[in-house]
């Protein structure tokens, strides 16, 4: 048993004395990795370490690769969840409270102190970064901050004077997703189950009832030619409304989101749909009656739906059932023309569906398919007045505004996927937000430039570039600011403090200012921006800027050296929830802020952790905190678990079940570790050869995995992959009764433990001190390949390896117990025409008959009419072969296969079988053939006879 935790212990301590991952400029190539910190009102559970682990891994390889890696930490206090909890805590919340104490085990008395939002976030922030050293994550701690630091308060307020005089700050009304119970807006961050509020504007139209207006919503303005009637739901109690100086009918839920869109709304009567069924509305020169319909929602738009039965499936199936019970001689009008459809789409696809009523679910993918094919290959038809003639796709805008024009119709803003609830448990509405600060994310120039710095960028993996793409077109101006929370003012308006997710764009810079603050010799007291203008852009005069700055003269050019030696970020890590948000942010403001050479490089995503495969939730009771678990089961193992499930954007799935088949394995190595010493035998033998090839071949493929952080792969490669050819290496020296490979055995587990390093960082240490090295692993260097590849020492290997394969699968076959076994190799001609048929295959020519005829006219393999078969058989097995070893048979000359067989597999067989073993070649004629076997010997393929 390993004794995880202490060793784990010994090495952190060690790495801390030594300093290990402070991080200075020198003379190498830098390499500067950043992970999205955390939001510190919870511990962190295994979910969380994903990302960081990613990251750490990461930093490590590229560390022992050479580069100069910074990979440091700060913690995000900004926002309002923490305040909320904090106000939580003091109405004396039991659930909450509950959760503090039962889940996270947080003292009674410190809970006391959580009234206070930054007690929270401190408490967690110590909590996580214990965490986080525990993990062994190779963090420079000195760079350390929180988003509420005075100095970084003077950074954010540069950026956003920045912003401003860019252009990108704006102030006006907008929509934005709210919480009435917090009077704030929200984003992702605030929601239960992080959902990003994003919202559709319906268009009213106002049907007039004598002097009372009926609003309709609908996204389609241009079906208003096609109306027959309005569908009312008899059930819901209606509400008769003053808005602003009109009369409206609208569901309860309907008048309640008006209050938030600028409107002044006072409730005057209940009116019951009943009573307005079978009324008559008017709007521009047309009349319609109100009908029933069980389909209208009164949590949908105003809870009165127009009817268009000619386009809408639900309007059409409604319409269905009212006539069946009713005598009503209204018929759809159709008014778009669209390819593929008929007279009446709606009508068409009902009955294509087979669908019979109104409830049918399946009209909603009815009404999907009218709708998106209506939209693009639409034409409104003669009866729509002026407008015939226009494409839908164009015709919708020119009639909305038309409508607008006319004052027949309003706007109401509804959010996407509701009901979506903020953290505080208050259902979200969109609001019409006055003298809001936001963000321009709608400027076509910024969209552009942001575009340019994705197309540069590396994304891992690269599947996902496609969703940042769409992410940029479809960003609207962004809300900035909030009027609560923990954070920074905005500089021109202290009213508002600039919001999450717009004070963490560009903190990866304030990392390299972070470690004078915390040494002291930065502070905030005189701070303006020509300190940040020089710093990040080299702007101004050294001498002045430091005494206007309060910095001395040398600590300010070292802060401007350090920046312009670790900027731009090389490596941005995150979860993919923050595609559509963070990360896109992260490169809009960069691209707006600093000049093109300190543009991100790359992003790297990754999908979420299950456990036992499925999702982790407080409610599903199956969080496991992170310290927690690395106390069970190590720091190490916990790394691996997450990493083996999956490749970078799968979801992980961690389980019991392979954190103990990981420990297990992990075993096995460092139990190897004390039993081999370094030190090459005087004469490298044919396996040896082979063995070191296969190391390299290992490096090869492992390195390459690395570098597309296919980490999965990769850790399959150095514990698992190698291992059968490690076997067949230890048996074959076993059969030779060696005793001078130990040091071959450590050169192969030193390349592995270097390998794992990055991985098990802990555990590496203590393998690598356990093989009798005396510095560091993570300071060594990445293994390479020692090209000690020898290429007939691979072929003869293969050919052992490949002719056992084949003795066992007769025997299985034929169930004999064998007497005696024999060989034949094949004659020389055939070892020169299968050179050149391996050649031919390489070249891409596969054809037989033209390689058939290019033999023959060779004086040297023209024996090949003999035999044609054989040109068949090989070009199969070549084709089986990995590409590289078709090259090695094409290139290379060929090896004698008796001598290899003769003395190198005899005793294998003698091992493996229990009985003798004779070779000869095929046309020996003294050779043993009782059932005339060796004429079917082909090169690398001895043929075989058994007795
Ligand atoms: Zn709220």
Same mark, same amino acid.
């Given at each position: 048993m390993i004794p995880w935790n202490d060793i784990e212990t010994k090495w952190r301590a060690k790495w801390s004395q030594s300093k290990e991952f402070e991080i200075e400029p020198d003379s190498r190539t830098k390499k500067f990795i950043t992970v999205a910190y955390p939001y510190p009102n919870s511990p962190q559970h295994i979910g969380h370490g994903r990302t960081y682990t990613l990251a750490d891994v990461h930093a490590r390889f590229l560390r022992m690769n050479g580069y100069n890696t910074l990979f440091p930490m700060g913690f995000h206090y900004t926002g309002t969840p923490i305040l909320g909890m904090a106000k939580r805590v003091q109405e004396g919340d039991k659930e909450l409270i509950e959760n503090f104490e039962?889940?996270?085990?947080?003292p009674p008395d410190t809970i006391k102190e959580f009234v206070e939002p930054v007690k929270i976030a401190d408490y967690f922030h110590e909590e996580i970064k214990q965490g986080m050293i525990e993990m062994g994550y190779s963090i420079d701690w000195r760079r350390e901050f929180t988003t509420i630091d005075p100095v970084y308060k003077k950074f954010i307020e540069w950026q956003f004077r920045k912003l401003k005089s860019l252009n990108f700050v704006v102030q006006g009304s907008h929509p934005v997703g709210w919480c009435p119970k917090d009077q704030n807006p929200v984003s992702q961050h605030d929601t239960l189950g992080d959902v990003e509020p994003d919202f559709t504007e319906y268009i009213l139209v106002k049907f007039h009832l004598d002097d009372v207006i009926i609003p309709t919503a609908t996204l389609r303005p241009e079906t208003i030619f096609g109306v027959t009637n309005l569908w009312i739901n008899p059930n819901i109690k209606y509400k008769k409304i003053k808005v602003d100086n009109e009369t409206w009918i609208v569901s309860p839920e309907c008048a309640y989101k008006l209050e938030f869109l600028n409107k002044s709304i006072t409730v005057i009567s209940e009116v019951s749909g009943s009573e307005l069924v079978g009324k008559t509305v008017s709007i521009l020169d047309k009349k319609v009656p109100m009908f029933p319909a069980s389909f209208v929602e009164s949590q949908t738009g105003t809870g009165i739906v127009m009817s268009v039965p000619a386009h809408a499936p639900f309007d059409y199936q409604a319409l269905v059932d009212y006539q069946k019970q009713n005598s009503s001689t209204i018929q759809p009008i159709p008014i778009i023309k669209t390819e593929g459809?008929? @007279?009446i789409p709606a009508k068409e696809i009902v009955e294509k569906m087979g669908i019979t009523n109104q409830d049918d679910p399946r009209l909603d993918e009815a009404t999907n398919e009218v709708y998106s094919k209506e939209f693009y290959s639409g034409v409104l038809r003669e009866n729509t007045g002026k407008f015939a003639g226009l494409k839908v796709s164009e015709a919708k805008d020119t009639i909305k505004a038309w409508l607008a024009e006319s004052k027949n119709s309003d706007i109401l803003l509804e959010l996407n996927d509701g009901p979506i609830r903020c953290r505080c448990g208050a259902e979200c509405v969109v609001k019409l937000l006055n003298n809001q600060w936001f963000l321009n994310y709608l400027d076509q120039a910024w969209k552009d430039k942001t575009n340019q710095c994705f197309e540069k960028m590396s994304i891992?993996?690269? @599947?996902?570039r496609t969703e940042f793409n769409y992410v940029v077109g479809w960003l609207r101006q962004r809300a900035c600011a909030r009027q609560h929370g923990l954070g920074t003012n905005l500089p021109w308006d202290q009213n508002w403090i600039v919001e999450s997710l717009s004070d963490s764009v560009i903190y990866m810079a304030y990392y390299i200012l972070a470690k004078y603050v915390n040494s002291r010799e930065l502070k905030a007291d005189s701070l303006s921006d020509e300190f940040f203008e020089f710093v990040f852009?080299?702007?101004?005069?050294a001498k002045q800027t430091a005494a206007k700055c309060g910095v001395q003269e040398n600590v300010l050019q070292k802060i401007r050296t350090d920046f312009a030696y670790f900027y731009p970020v090389d490596a941005r890590h995150s979860g993919r929830d923050l595609v559509p948000n963070h990360l896109t942010f992260f490169v809009l403001n960069h691209v707006a802020i600093f000049p093109e050479a300190l543009w991100p490089k790359q992003i790297v995503v990754n999908g979420s952790v299950l456990m036992d495969g499925k999702k982790m939730s407080k409610s599903m009771g199956n969080i496991i905190p992170l310290r927690k678990a690395i106390q069970d089961y190590g720091a190490d193992p916990i790394r691996l678990a997450i990493i083996i499930s999956?490749?970078?954007l799968q979801d992980a799935d961690f389980n019991l079940e392979s954190v103990n088949t990981i420990k297990g394995k992990l075993e096995a190595i460092y139990e190897d570790c004390v039993r081999h010493k370094p030190g090459m035998p005087a004469k490298l033998q044919s396996e040896d050869n082979w063995i070191l090839g296969r190391l390299d071949h290992l490096i090869i493929q492992t390195t390459g995995a690395v570098e597309k952080m296919r980490l999965r792969e990769a850790l399959h490669h150095i514990l698992f992959s190698f291992e059968s050819d490690l076997q067949w290496y230890l048996k074959r020296v076993e059969v030779k009764r060696r005793t001078d490979v130990s040091g071959i055995l450590h050169k192969i587990l030193a390349v592995r433990v270097a390998m794992l390093s990055p991985f098990a960082p802990h555990l590496a240490e203590e393998m690598w001190e356990r093989l009798g090295n005396s510095g560091v692993v993570s300071r060594s260097a990445w293994p390479v390949p020692s090209n000690s590849t020898d290429s007939s020492s691979i072929q003869s290997e293969e050919l052992l390896q490949s002719t056992i394969e084949d003795i066992k699968n007769v025997l299985k076959v034929t169930k004999i117990t064998p007497q005696k076994i024999v060989l034949y190799t094949a004659d020389p001609w055939k070892v020169k025409a299968f050179g050149k048929i391996a050649a031919s295959v390489v070249a891409g020519q596969t054809n037989i008959g033209a390689i058939i005829k290019d033999l023959i006219a060779n004086p040297e393999t023209e024996n090949i009419k003999k035999d044609p078969d054989f040109v068949k058989k090989s070009v199969n097995s070549i084709l089986a072969e990995p590409e590289e070893m078709r090259k090695i048979r094409a290139e290379l000359e060929p090896i004698n296969e008796t001598a290899v067989l003769s003395s190198e597999l005899s005793a294998l067989v003698k091992k493996e079988f229990g009985v003798d073993m004779q070779v000869f070649t095929?046309?020996?004629?003294?050779?043993?053939?009782p059932k005339n076997k060796a004429r079917m010997a082909r090169p690398f393929k001895p043929a075989l006879y058994i007795e």
């Open positions: 039962k889940l996270y085990h947080v459809f008929g @007279e891992l993996p690269n @599947e996902i852009y080299g702007n101004g005069d999956a490749e970078l095929e046309s020996d004629t003294a050779k043993y053939d």
